[in-house]
Structures are given as C-alpha cells and as structure tokens.
C-alpha cells in the first residue's frame, strides 16, 4: 500500500530525545534526570481544592476561554507578579498547557511559510510544532556561557517573510533570563519591522540572580506581544496540562477560536480546583520555590564541575548544560549514554536542542528533583571521577 496517509509536513520528524533518554532510562532502571517531569510535591491547597471539584461532579465543559475564576486569578497574578494590566473577560484564553497556548497562537497568528525566529539553544517542540504547521523556523544563535543575544546577528536574520520572534524566558534548556536591554533591543526590531512576540514564560517564578521581566512590559511591545504561561512547572502539575494565552482582546479571540476548534477547553475540574488553590497561596510559596531550585541548583552545578563536565550555570528554570568534551566521545548521544550505562544518570543530548554541531559537546540535566533524588543522582555522578 502506498504510503499517502502522512502529513509531509513532519516528514522528517523523529520522536525527541528527551523522551527516548526517558525511556533508556526505564529499562536500565537509572535516574531521569533528563525529562522535566518535576516530579516534586503539588501544594496541598491545589490538591484539596481539586478533590473538591470533582467530588462536586464540576465536569461539564467551560467556556472555551476557561472558567471566569481562573482567568481572574491569572489576572491577578499578571498585575501583581508581571506588572501587566489584563481583562480576564476579554485578553485571556485558558489552554491546554503552554504548549496547547504555543500551538493555538501559532495557529491563529501565522500563515504558512511565515518564517518564525527561534533563539538556540531552542526547546524542540516550539521548532516541531512550527514545522508541523508549516512555518519557517530562523535560529539565531546565542552566545554561551551566559547565552547572551547579539541584536546585529538578530537584524541580520530578520528578512521579508519573517512574522514573529518566539522569547524563552527563563528559558528551556539553558536557564537563560533576557535582560531588559535584550528586550528593548528585540522590542526596536519589532517596531520597525512589524513583528509579533510570542513568549514562553513557564518558568518565571524559577529565578535566581536576576528578575524574571515580561517581555509585554517593555513599552512598545505590549500590543504586538502574546505572553504564554501555565501551571505545570510553578506547582508541579506537569500532567495537568493548563495553560493560558493573553494577549489584545482581538488577538486573544482568534486564539479562542483556535483553542475551541482543537480542544473545546481545557479540563474544567481541575480549572475549578486550581482556581480556588491558587487563591490561598501567597507570596511566601512563589518565594520558597525560588530559593528551593536555587540552593538544588547550586550542590548540583558544584558536583557537575568536579566531576569535569563544566556546567553553563543557570540563571533561571531548572535545567543546566554541561561539557561533555573530556569525556571523549564523539558526539552529544554517545556521552550521554555513556553517563547512563556507567552510572545511571540520565540526561539530554545537547544536540536536540541545536542546529549543526553546536550541542554536540554537551548534554542537559534536570535538577527538578527531590533532595534525596538528587543528591543520589550527585554520588552516582561522582564516580564519572
């Protein structure tokens, strides 16, 4: 039989490696300290508050831009954390997880053929899903150790065809913070080139040495900026999947429009619990999580760098890359298996999250673990010595 039935847009797609590392993992019975799972406690209000709605049958369908609660409780925790001034009513749409959001305003915004830039290191499912739309991901490279961005090389990318500019912030997989002036000079490209900001921000409350900045909040970019975020990192709810989009009241109804055609809504019990938890935690918890990953942070990029894999350290997320170079392999996929054979730690080729042979000297950890987890993961690292 002819093999017609493909979409040939994902052609050359492979399943990521993050998964197949996750599943190497399983069979060699190792530590997956490669998938962001962030496999940690979830507060207990959000817990109880969810048991509640579905002991309560809440399992009808909300609307399609979500449940008016949750959406005033993202309002809220937009004006007091973000500094953004949001409608609920008409600049927010609840999806199905960030990456449900990522999809819907891919969808709604962009054409195909648009081209799309994407700062490397990049996480793979923004390229993929680009791709399997029909977009044209640009990659512009960072400057490692601290990834920093070149607004000339930016320029320089920038062609009749570009629409958008996705911003990663703090950003998967290198823990890179944009900096105001990063921003302010992404905004001046913006203006004068009549682009979109598309922002993942899913890991805003995970920061250490410098504040996590909204990219909407630069003056100038709000407008033509659609800020992503969700729940799943902030308190453990991987798996939940909520999210939501904001963004100008008439971008925000053609990404609803999108999120009812692929989704109907996001899950509306556990809309309805998350609501009421997030209502009773206040700033010490957002706090506490911050200075948590920081001190993890910290004990881990020290093993890894007595170890001899250098880490880049990170300024925000959970996530570190590090130097895989004196191990002497080849490549990024034979270091990380070898890590995983020798001493059952699993992590991430660095390649996945590169164009070209940039990530092939190193590989990404995930330190969203709990302490004892982690500082097993720590031992076993130390006998790559």
Not at 347 to 376: N, Q
Request: net charge negative; hydrophobic share 40%.
């Amino acid at each position: 039989m002819p093999d017609t039935w493909r979409n040939h847009h994902l052609a050359d797609m492979q399943q990521s490696y993050i998964r197949r590392m996750t599943r190497e993992c399983e069979r060699l019975g190792g530590i997956n300290l490669g998938q962001g799972v962030c496999d940690l406690p979830t507060p207990p209000p959000i817990l109880q508050a969810t048991a509640e709605a579905v002991l309560a049958d809440r399992s009808v369908y909300s609307s399609y831009e979500g449940q008016p609660a949750l959406r005033e409780q993202i309002a809220r925790k937009l004006a007091d954390y973000n500094g953004l001034t949001v409608d609920p009513d008409r600049e927010l749409v609840v999806t199905v997880g960030s990456a449900g959001a990522f999809t819907c305003t891919c969808q709604a915004l962009l054409n195909p053929g648009d081209e799309v830039i994407v700062f490397e290191p990049f996480y793979g499912y923004h390229v993929n899903v680009l791709r399997a739309l029909g977009l044209v991901p640009v990659f512009v490279p960072l400057a490692g150790p601290a990834w920093e961005l070149d607004a000339v090389q930016l320029a320089t990318a920038l062609t009749a065809h570009t629409r958008a500019i996705i911003v990663n912030t703090p950003a998967n997989p290198s823990g890179k913070v944009f900096s105001r002036n990063e921003l302010e000079a992404i905004r001046d490209l913006c203006l004068t080139h009549d682009l979109l900001v598309i922002t993942d921000e899913i890991y805003e409350y995970i920061v250490y040495e410098q504040p996590h900045i909204s990219p909407a909040t630069i003056p100038g970019l709000g407008p033509r900026t659609v800020t992503l975020s969700g729940f799943s990192k902030t308190f453990s709810i991987t798996g939940w999947r909520l999210g939501y989009a904001c963004a100008r009241a008439e971008l925000a109804e053609r990404i609803g429009l999108v999120n009812d055609l692929l989704y109907i809504c996001a899950p509306t019990p556990l809309q309805h619990g998350l609501a009421a938890g997030m209502a009773q935690l206040g700033p010490d918890y957002y706090r506490g999580l911050a200075a948590d990953y920081r001190a993890k942070r910290d004990e881990f990029c020290a093993t890894l760098a007595a170890v001899g894999l250098p880490p880049h350290v990170p300024a925000g997320a959970y996530y570190v890359l590090a130097d895989v170079g004196d191990l002497g392999h080849g490549n990024a996929i034979a270091a990380a298996m070898h890590i995983l054979e020798k001493v059952g730690v699993a992590c991430v080729p660095g390649s996945s999250f590169f164009t070209g042979s940039g990530g092939e000297h190193l590989v990404r950890f995930c330190y969203a673990k709990d302490w004892p987890v982690l500082r097993e993961a720590c031992a076993r690292l130390r006998q790559l010595r």
